[in-house]
């Protein structure tokens, strides 16, 4: 057998560096005139990579000619100044270069010892972020993969902080257990990621109760007081408020002060949910809205949204550092040396739930340095003023309809209702679909639909740093061409 070496020779690492910075610079130069949607169905998809598993090592040509040839052209372009799915972020050059030299080093970010320097830059970006906030710098926080594990790690560290047992030792199922400890949210915009931590943490999903919401979308704080106030006589302990900063259909902000002083006067954890909203704590102008965020127990958002850091890049910030440590603290004579040396620093297993942990705090690191916070907050206002245009356009025309506040962020939902079918809401619901499907299959722009109050509305997600004005004005007008088209076919 021939010698394999797992390294190539220094110039042909180099070469192929170079023609792996080709294809990401193709990647880039195509972003404003590809489909943001490449239009392809999963079958098609799946047998482009229907192939055994490989016996043998293949020249690096034929693995790029793939990338080139089959992934590129069946990739979504969430980098695309008309990507307006889900809530995702448009991803820095500098975080996707900073993946790359995080990858070389390779550490695993658990133990101090296996990670020095990534381990120190983790703990210093999460300072500049809760400064940048307005958050206490002096926190614990932790990256995490994204807004729905960084709701878990929070809750979990609600439950322990809250409960008059040790849940660590004793979990759920404690005699001394008092009754159902319940969570407490907004009704209509009550993120799925939240039912995926009352189901992670064992909790059920009975646990989470949907507190009504004003016609803001905002939560009615005097409803929740009456809800407590009914759970706790039946038998309930609850032990947590979710407030929103930055809601997924409209962008709601919860009355975060009136959460806090609920949460203070009844010893109940507040977190925050600002996966989408929370890093608007940069921006002045903001401030007013989200005033009484530093009171919170807690805040998560994701770097991978707004920040448009490359995914994954969630991150929970925890007031009270050693509430953090008390809830994921570890102890396993493999992973610590018997005593403490000048080499103990640091360690990330015992502040979070993951044991390895790949370097996340690099990719931020460097796009906060390289942007800074004022390049950071041109973006941010840049995809607001996109979201307060759209807000023009729909609340001046009269074929679409309003059916949010005007929007805070840059999250916004709007309806197609021409005049001529105001009222059959069935009908609108479909040809609302419609639109939206027909914007994806003609290769416009990818936006999605979500239900406000039960109706079918297009949402606009406008969390690229690459969208313009021009942008939305060009999908606005095309959905309005296509909703012409689908009334005329009626
Ligand atoms: C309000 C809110 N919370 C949590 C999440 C979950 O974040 P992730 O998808 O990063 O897990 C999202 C995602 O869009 C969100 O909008």
């Known amino acids: 057998m021939p010698d394999l070496h797992p390294d190539l020779p220094r110039a042909e690492f180099e070469a192929l560096g170079h023609d792996v910075i080709e294809l990401l610079a193709d990647y880039y130069a195509d972003l404003q005139s590809a489909p943001a949607f490449p239009g392809c169905q999963p079958a098609d998809v799946a047998a482009l990579f229907d192939a055994p598993p490989p016996d043998r090592g293949e020249p690096v040509s034929a693995i790029l000619a ?3 040839d089959k992934i590129i052209p069946n990739s979504s372009r969430q980098g695309s100044p008309r990507w307006f799915g889900f809530v995702n972020g448009s991803g820095s050059q500098i975080g996707a270069l900073a993946d790359a030299l995080a990858s070389t080093v390779n550490p695993n970010c658990g133990g101090w010892r296996a990670s020095p320097a990534a381990t120190e830059i983790e703990r210093r970006t999460v300072r500049w972020l809760a400064e940048l906030i307005g958050y206490n710098p002096d926190c614990g926080g932790v990256f995490l993969s994204g807004g729905t594990m960084a709701n878990v790690a929070a809750l979990r560290t609600a439950l322990c902080a809250k409960a008059t047992w ?129 009171r919170a127990d807690s805040v998560s958002f994701d770097a991978h949204k707004w920040l448009g850091v490359p995914y994954e890049a969630g991150c929970l910030l925890v007031r009270d550092i050693e509430a953090l440590r008390r809830t994921y603290a570890m102890h ?10 000048e080499y103990s620093g640091l360690n990330y297993f015992d502040y979070g739930p993951q044991l390895s942990r790949g370097w996340r705090a690099l990719k931020v690191w460097m796009t906060l340095r390289y942007y800074g916070a004022d390049g950071i907050r041109t973006f941010f206002r840049q995809t607001m003023a996109c ?46 679909q419609r639109i ?55």
């Open 332 to 341: 396993a004579t493999y992973l610590l040396p018997a005593s403490d040396n």
């Open 66 to 68: 793939d990338w080139r």
């Open 387 to 432: 979201a307060k245009r759209l807000h023009e356009l729909v609340s001046g025309s009269d074929d679409f309809e309003v059916v949010q506040p005007a929007p805070l962020l840059y999250i916004y939902s709007f309806r197609w209702a021409p005049k001529e079918l105001r009222g059959d809401d069935a009908l609108l619901d479909q040809l609302n």
């Open 166 to 294: 040790d849940i660590n030792a004793e979990g759920l199922q404690s005699r001394n257990g008092a009754g159902p400890m319940t969570v407490y949210m907004a009704d209509h915009e009550t993120h799925v990621s939240l039912v995926r931590a009352v189901d992670l943490l064992g909790l059920g999903r009975s646990a989470l109760r949907a507190v009504p919401s004003r016609k803001d979308f905002t939560i009615d704080v005097g409803a929740l007081e009456q809800m407590l106030d009914v759970d706790i006589a039946a038998g309930s302990t609850p032990f947590c408020v979710v407030g929103h900063v930055g809601s997924i259909n409209v962008g709601a902000i919860d009355d975060i002060n009136g959460l806090a002083d609920i949460a203070g006067r009844r010893n109940l954890w507040l977190h925050l949910d600002g996966a989408c909203g929370a890093l608007g704590g940069m921006l002045p102008e903001l401030r007013p809205q989200l005033a009484g965020m530093s």
């Open 436 to 490: 939206s499907d027909e914007l994806q299959r003609r290769l416009l722009a990818f936006a999605m639909t979500t239900r406000i109050r039960g109706r079918v509305t297009q949402r606009l997600s406008i969390c690229s740093h690459r969208t313009t004005v021009a942008d939305i004005e060009a999908t606005f007008e095309n959905m309005r061409a296509i909703g012409q088209e689908l009334l005329q076919g009626l």
